[in-house]
């Protein structure tokens, strides 16, 4: 990462030797680009062009690094107040890069182990957790949306973020495929998950409801939208049309209709001319009715449609088990941490002196 060097990271990739041809190198580097996800991917090139720049103001070469370089670099994120999970990230790009280049990893130090840990010390790595939204502040915020085409887009939006316990890169990429409409509800194919980037998949449950209702606000979003195939959530034009959907009349009304059959030519991940919302469009979606609602917008983030479920689940006595066949973490320590909180003040040990 020279001054010369590529921008991201990806391009940095090693060359072989034996002088593959070049189409064959290019397929190389479409498997290496694949062998992280594309928000790690993406992460760890901000972070590396950050750390390129330092290093070009304070007279250091970003690859291969000194120790002296990173652990300057590592001060200087901490003196500006970066969180102890950022710092760890761009550590882990640094040494990212460097496998990539073949080069000697500085951060493997024990000068630089010892900057971080003091690091750590002074300034904690607790994470800032966003609220929790659960139930009741999603129908409070399912009120405030508009009777509009973007409104009922919002409404699925939230109303199915909610009930699946879905991360927003596991929503956004939903297209009409992935939706099996069951006597009992709605059937949710989950293709590849944060902790699944094999892509084995995953099925998830959708009950119809009574309060937040999904499936319903699900289909009725479909049929006012003319989407029958591609990506379920997309963006919509300042003139009030939805990019990439189908030209026809939008349904006035989803009561008693099916959801739409996908067609055979329906792409994996979305066609061309088939747009999708981005992770981002979530949260900002979210916090856009929480500010509606009188809610503190920046305590919520993306995450809180998941956590919120949880929550929830927790609240009225739900199965560890079940909850966790719905958000799909692997480690239930995660899931009980929510479980705690929730029931922080049931059979409280003080509560029958204090």
Not at 18 to 23: T, V
Not at 219 to 241: N, Y
Request: glycine residues 8%.
């Amino acid at each position: 990462m020279t001054d010369d060097a590529p921008n991201t990271l990806p391009a940095e990739l090693p060359a072989y030797s034996g002088g593959l041809p070049a189409e064959a190198m290019a397929l190389v580097r479409s498997y290496q680009r694949a062998s992280k996800a594309d928000a790690t991917v993406r992460a760890y090139t901000a972070d590396a062009k950050i750390f390129q720049a330092w290093c070009s103001r304070h007279g250091f070469e970003a690859v291969p690094a000194s120790p002296e370089a990173v652990a300057g670099f590592i001060v200087s994120e901490a003196e500006a107040g970066r969180a102890a999970s950022t710092i760890d990230r761009r550590i882990a790009a640094i040494k990212y890069a460097h496998k990539l280049a073949k080069a000697l990893d500085p951060t493997d130090d024990e000068a630089v182990r010892a900057v971080l840990k003091g690091v750590r010390r002074r300034i904690g790595t607790a994470p800032t957790q966003k609220a929790a939204a659960t139930v009741d502040i999603v129908q409070i915020l399912l009120a405030h949306t508009p009777q509009t085409l973007t409104g009922k887009r919002d409404r699925a939006l939230l109303a199915l973020g909610f009930a699946g316990a879905l991360r927003r890169s596991e929503l956004v990429a939903l297209d009409v495929e992935d939706l099996v409409e069951h006597p009992e509800g709605l059937r949710v194919r989950i293709r590849k998950a944060k902790t699944d980037q094999e892509g084995r998949g995953a099925e998830i449950a959708i009950p119809h409801g009574r309060y937040v209702r999904p499936v319903a606000l699900v289909r009725e979003w479909l049929h006012a939208a003319g989407i029958t195939e591609g990506p379920v959530f997309r963006p919509i034009s300042r003139s009030g049309r939805v990019r990439g959907a189908q030209v026809g009349r939008p349904s006035t009304s989803s009561e008693g209709r099916e959801f739409p059959k996908p067609q055979e030519s329906a792409a994996k991940g979305g066609q061309i001319g088939h747009p999708r919302l981005t992770d981002r469009s979530v949260a900002n979606i979210l916090q856009a009715y929480c500010t509606a609602a009188g809610l503190d917008a920046s305590a919520f983030g993306a995450h809180s449609l998941r956590a919120g479920y949880i929550t929830s689940a927790a609240e009225r006595g739900a199965d560890l088990a079940r909850i966790m066949d719905q958000s799909r973490h692997r480690d239930p320590k995660t899931v009980v941490s929510y479980i705690r909180r929730a029931n922080a003040f049931k059979g409280h040990s003080g509560s029958g002196f204090l």
